[in-house]
C-alpha cells in the first residue's frame, strides 16, 4: 500500500498560507522545511534546540500525542511559546493530521536560510 500523503496548512509571519504535503509517518520539521518555512532545527530532530517551534491552531493541538517532558523542557527555551507551541520535529504526520494547521512563531530563526 502507497504511502498516504498528508496536507499541512503553514501560516507564515506574514500572514500568507502556505499549503504543503508530506507522506504519513514524516516529521512536520520535514514537511515545512521542504515548502520553505524558516525553520532550522539545528539539532535534526534529537529534540536538543528548539528552533523548530510552531504553534498549532487550538482545534488541533487537542489531536496531537501529548509533548513529552524533554519537548516541553525544549519549549522553555523558545521564543514567543504559546498553550499550543509545539516542536516540529516531534510530530509525526498521520492520517488524523489531515489539513493540520500550524502558525510559524515571528520569532522563529533560519541560519541556514533553506
Known amino acids: ?3 498516504k500523503f498528508v496536507q499541512v496548512e503553514f501560516l507564515t509571519t506574514e500572514g500568507g498560507r502556505i499549503k504543503a504535503q508530506g507522506s504519513a509517518g ?5 514537511v515545512a522545511q521542504g515548502a520553505g518555512m524558516p525553520l532550522e532545527g539545528t539539532c535534526e530532530g534529537q529534540m536538543a534546540c528548539s528552533t523548530c517551534h510552531v504553534v498549532v491552531a487550538p482545534d488541533w493541538f487537542a ?3 501529548p509533548a513529552s517532558a524533554d519537548e516541553e523542557d525544549m519549549l522553555d527555551l523558545a521564543a514567543a511559546v504559546t498553550a499550543t507551541s509545539r516542536l516540529s520535529c516531534q510530530i509525526r504526520l498521520t492520517e488524523e493530521l ?3 494547521l500550524v502558525r510559524i512563531p515571528g520569532e522563529s530563526r533560519d541560519m541556514q536560510r533553506r
Open 1 to 3: 500500500m502507497a504511502n
Open 26 to 30: 514524516i516529521s512536520l520539521l520535514e
Open 63 to 65: 489531536k496531537l500525542p
Open 98 to 100: 489531515d489539513g493540520l
